[in-house]
């Protein structure tokens, strides 16, 4: 059940990895995005990287990074984003 559990978690998040370039490009097209969408996502990924198995979830821990810094790279794209 681990392995197959890792390998979902692993493979949402480059799901969400595609999904977040996608929204960017998007973004600077001029277009509009629906963060609610992609906050459910995110909620979902992470819900199901908590339920993996402790041995699992260092395994994990790379594919998470990596739809993070999709996320902050899409939030500083989006119009009206002060960087601090």
Same mark, same amino acid.
């Given at each position: 059940?681990?392995? #197959? ?13 595609? #999904? ?10 001029? @277009? ?14 992470? &819900?199901?990287?908590?339920?993996? $198995? ?8 790379? &594919?998470?990074? &990596? ?8 939030? #500083?794209?989006? $119009?009206? @984003?002060?960087?601090?």
């Amino acid at each position: 059940m681990s392995l #197959t559990s890792l390998q979902a978690v692993q493979a949402s998040a480059e799901s969400l990895r595609s #999904t977040l370039a996608v929204a960017q490009a998007l973004v600077h097209s001029g @277009r509009q995005i629906d963060m609610a969408g992609l906050e459910r996502e995110v909620a979902v990924l992470c &819900a199901a990287a908590l339920a993996l $198995p402790r041995a699992c979830r260092g395994e994990a821990r790379q &594919a998470l990074r &990596a739809v993070q810094a999709g996320l902050e790279m899409l939030l #500083t794209t989006l $119009p009206g @984003r002060q960087e601090s």
